[in-house]
């Protein structure tokens, strides 16, 4: 069974960086499409990251480019969302994702696979 396993939230101040990991099992990501969304109560969730098969096709949602960067480690079945000058306004639950094949997506509906969630939380 395909599992996806959020890691590295928590509570940090502005300014400061995180970096969240997502370790898969049961499904290898190396012919995944993988995301990063979040989510705060009462708001649906929000695209943050996405790419396809290759750091080249890696895309941001405009709230977090030049800040957040997606990476992935195939070897480790491993993927990852860099946080740098975290704001207060990141502050949400982070979820990562997959879905098959080398089409990526910005909507978290067409995902296959989900994470549990990661808190993070940003004091200003």
């Known amino acids: 069974q395909a599992q996806l396993v959020e890691s590295g939230g928590g509570l940090v101040r502005a300014g400061d960086s995180l970096r969240l990991s997502c370790a898969a099992s049961?499904?290898?990501?190396?012919?995944?499409?993988l995301g990063w969304f979040r989510q705060t109560p009462g708001i649906d969730r929000e695209f943050v990251a996405m790419?396809?098969?290759?750091?080249?096709?890696?895309r941001y949602s405009d709230r977090v480019r030049g800040r957040f960067t997606i990476s992935r480690d195939n070897v480790k079945n491993t993927f990852y969302l860099q946080m740098n000058d975290l704001k207060p306004e990141d502050t949400a639950k982070y979820y990562c994702a997959a879905r098959r094949g080398s089409v990526y997506s910005s909507t978290w509906g067409t995902y296959n696979y989900w994470g549990q969630g990661t808190q993070v939380t940003v004091s200003s």
């Open positions: 049961g499904v290898g990501i190396s012919d995944q499409s």
């Open positions: 790419m396809s098969l290759t750091p080249s096709t890696a």
